[in-house]
C-alpha cells in the first residue's frame, strides 16, 4: 500500500489555473481561509481513491484507455463561487462550472469503473467543484452574500483526465501519476 492518496481528476488548462489565481489574489481579502490551495493543484475531483493498493492502481491504469474510448473533448464554464459545510464557518470554498451533462456523463463512467476495479469510493452525490480554500478562520461568520457568479464566465475544454498522487509535503502537492487524453 503507498504512503500517498491517489484520485482521478479533470485537468485545467493553464489559462483557468492563472484566471482562479488572479481572482483569488484580488478576492482573497473579503474571504479569511485558513489554508489557500495552491494554483497548481486546481481541478476537478471525478473520483478519491485515497490510499489505492498497487494491483488495483495498476488495474485501474490499464484498463481506464478503453473505459475512456468513446469520450470526446467537452466545454465546460466557469459560473460561480460556493461553499461546503456549515454557512457561518464553511470548510471548503470552491469554484463552480455549469451544469455539463458531459461531465456527469464521465464522472459516472470513471466511477462505476472504479467500483468494478475493486475501489471503496465515496458515495455521497458528484458536486463538480475547484477547492480554492479550507477552513473558515474568522471570529465573524460568513457572508453569504458573498456567493456571486464569476464575472467572466470564462469556458475552456475538458480534453484530459488525470490519476493525480498526493505528497502532503510538497507545493504544489498533487502530482500527475497517469494521463488520459479523450479523443
Request: aromatic letters at 10%; glycine letters at 2%; hydrophobic letters at 35%.
Given at each position: 500500500m503507498s504512503k500517498h492518496h491517489y484520485f482521478f481528476a479533470v485537468k485545467l488548462p493553464i489559462e483557468v489555473k492563472a484566471f482562479l489565481k488572479e481572482w483569488v489574489e484580488a478576492k482573497k481579502q473579503d474571504f479569511p481561509f485558513a489554508k489557500w490551495v495552491h494554483h497548481e493543484d486546481y481541478h476537478i475531483t471525478l473520483a478519491f481513491l485515497g490510499f489505492a493498493a498497487e494491483e488495483m492502481k495498476y488495474e485501474a491504469i490499464q484498463t481506464m484507455p478503453e473505459v475512456l474510448k468513446d469520450e470526446h473533448p467537452f466545454p465546460l464554464t466557469l459560473h460561480q463561487i460556493g461553499i461546503f459545510g456549515p454557512h457561518k464557518k464553511p470548510r471548503i470554498f470552491w469554484a463552480g462550472v455549469e451544469h455539463s451533462n458531459e461531465l456527469i456523463?464521465?464522472?459516472?463512467?470513471?466511477?462505476?469503473?472504479?467500483?468494478?476495479?475493486?475501489?471503496?469510493?465515496?458515495?455521497?452525490?458528484?458536486?463538480?467543484?475547484?477547492?480554492?480554500?479550507?477552513?473558515?478562520?474568522?471570529?465573524?461568520?460568513?457572508?453569504?452574500?458573498?456567493?456571486?457568479?464569476?464575472?467572466n464566465n470564462l469556458s475552456f475544454t475538458v480534453n484530459e483526465i488525470i490519476l493525480y498522487e498526493t505528497h502532503l509535503d510538497q507545493t504544489p502537492k498533487y502530482h500527475e501519476f497517469a494521463r488520459f487524453l479523450l479523443e
Open positions: 456523463h464521465l464522472q459516472k463512467k470513471v466511477y462505476n469503473h472504479l467500483l468494478k476495479v475493486g475501489f471503496e469510493l465515496d458515495k455521497k452525490p458528484f458536486r463538480p467543484h475547484i477547492t480554492l480554500a479550507r477552513k473558515w478562520n474568522s471570529p465573524e461568520e460568513f457572508d453569504q452574500n458573498l456567493l456571486t457568479a464569476i464575472e
